[in-house]
């Protein structure tokens, strides 16, 4: 089992750029696919990217693609997005999660999640 606790959101203008961190505990982190969903109010959850165990695999939301980066360091337990060239559109609560099973895209099969960080993006 793994445990998320997400950093970084806040606000931030148009064109900015961010940094997300999520910390993980569990001794087999790095067995775990990692994602970043989103979710703006009204909304489900949005696939936004994910990484491989190991790291050598991304995957990107079409939205987020050549904007977003999704890394890990497994050393540290951890994964992040960096966001450059935000726009307001961006703005959600951002959450990561972790996965052992197959597929990155859905919500669904991602089974430990943190509790998000907010990324508010002012025009």
């Known amino acids: 089992q793994v445990q998320l606790v997400e950093s970084g959101g806040r606000l931030v203008q148009a064109g900015g750029s961010l940094r997300l961190s999520c910390a993980a505990s569990?001794?087999?982190?790095?067995?775990?696919?990692m994602g970043w969903f989103r979710q703006a109010p009204g909304q489900e959850h949005e696939f936004v990217a994910a990484?491989?165990?190991?790291?050598?695999?991304?995957y990107y939301a079409d939205s987020v693609k050549g904007r977003f980066t999704i890394s890990r360091d497994d050393a540290k337990n951890a994964v992040y997005l960096r966001m450059n060239s935000l726009k307001p559109e961006d703005t959600a609560v951002y959450y990561c999660?972790?996965?052992?099973?197959?597929?990155?895209?859905?919500?669904?099969?991602?089974?430990?999640w943190g509790q998000g960080t907010q990324v508010t993006v002012s025009s």
């Open positions: 999660a972790g996965t052992l099973r197959g597929g990155y895209y859905s919500p669904s099969l991602f089974d430990y």
């Open positions: 990484i491989s165990w190991g790291g050598d695999s991304t």
């Open positions: 569990g001794r087999t982190f790095s067995s775990y696919r």
